[in-house]
């Protein structure tokens, strides 16, 4: 049985299985928006979803809405702006031909994480949670390249974009916990729900903006596409959902390193859905994430 101190265990999984239903959602209409068109979906209609699961979870637990505290807006801020300028630096790496260099250089947020984490909210991390945090990183790492990537760690473009990249994501997920651990007076599942709304709020209105500006075009294909979008923007906000009860409950570093269990599933799906073999070098790294992750569960 899962006791209040380990309930992020189910909900990190649960949200890293919603995230891949998501992704795979965004990607069928990548093509007819555009990636940043596509990537509005989760924000935009997301955000109304997140506003009912929070109704629920007032009417549920009979919690006061609570007055956000002044160090509560700094914290979504670098949560919510920071989440989107990695998403950039990621559309960026996707015109580099360093690519998949760029990607394993990403998957370096958990260690990031654990760093931000207790530099600035003192979040404490056992020696042997470090080494959890290291093998499985160590793991995706070495699932992500392909023969021949390694020469692209010599090159200085793809290190700057991938770590970069990969610290905003780190600065997101310490920024929506700082922020979800601001909501005093109320409970975790309230605190996370009501830092949900008020970070997706905030990344709907600072993209839409944007491409009301520089593509209205896209905007009114989004509205166009108002079905398909709705179910990608209910996966997005049941993941992010889940992600948020998560950090209310633990260290961003544990939640971001069991989130490589995404990795695992994505292999899943390409194993028995189209039938991608797999190679010994992905084996082995599906072997490290497996122990890293399952250590970092055991302490």
């Known amino acids: 049985m899962f006791t209040l101190s380990t309930l992020w265990i189910p909900f990190t999984i649960t949200a890293a299985l919603g995230q891949v239903a998501r992704n795979a959602m965004q990607r069928s209409l990548t093509g007819p928006l555009g990636t940043w068109g596509a990537t509005n979906i989760r924000f935009l209609f997301g955000f109304p979803f997140s506003v009912v699961f929070f109704a629920v979870v007032i009417a549920a637990t009979g919690d006061a809405v609570p007055w956000p505290a002044a160090a509560f807006w700094p914290w979504l801020l670098l949560g919510a702006l920071s989440q989107i300028v990695a998403t950039g630096l990621m559309l960026l790496a996707m015109n580099d031909r360093s690519f998949v260099v760029t990607t394993a250089y990403i998957k370096t947020e958990a260690i990031q994480t654990a760093i931000f984490g207790f530099v600035f909210l003192g979040d404490h991390l056992t020696v042997l949670k470090v080494i959890a945090i290291l093998i499985a990183t160590i793991g995706v790492v070495i699932t992500a390249l392909r023969p021949g990537g390694e020469k692209g760690f010599a090159e200085l473009k793809p290190t700057i974009i991938g770590l970069v990249a990969a610290a905003a994501f780190a600065l997101s997920a310490i ?81 971001r390193t069991l989130a490589l269990v995404e990795v695992l599933f994505a292999q899943g799906v390409a194993y028995y859905t189209f039938k991608q073999p797999l190679s010994a070098r992905e084996l082995s790294g599906i072997a490290l994430i497996v122990v890293g992750v399952a250590l970092l569960v055991a302490v």
């Open 175 to 255: 920024g929506f916990r700082g922020a979800i651990i601001t909501v005093q007076g109320v409970s975790f599942v309230t605190a996370a729900s009501y830092t949900l709304v008020f970070g997706l709020f905030v990344q709907t209105l600072v993209l839409t903006i944007y491409l009301l500006a520089r593509a209205p075009d896209v905007l009114k294909a989004i509205l166009g596409l108002w079905k398909p979008s709705m179910l990608a923007g209910f996966m997005g906000a049941f993941a992010s959902q889940f992600w948020f009860l998560a950090f209310a409950l633990t260290a961003a570093a544990n939640v």
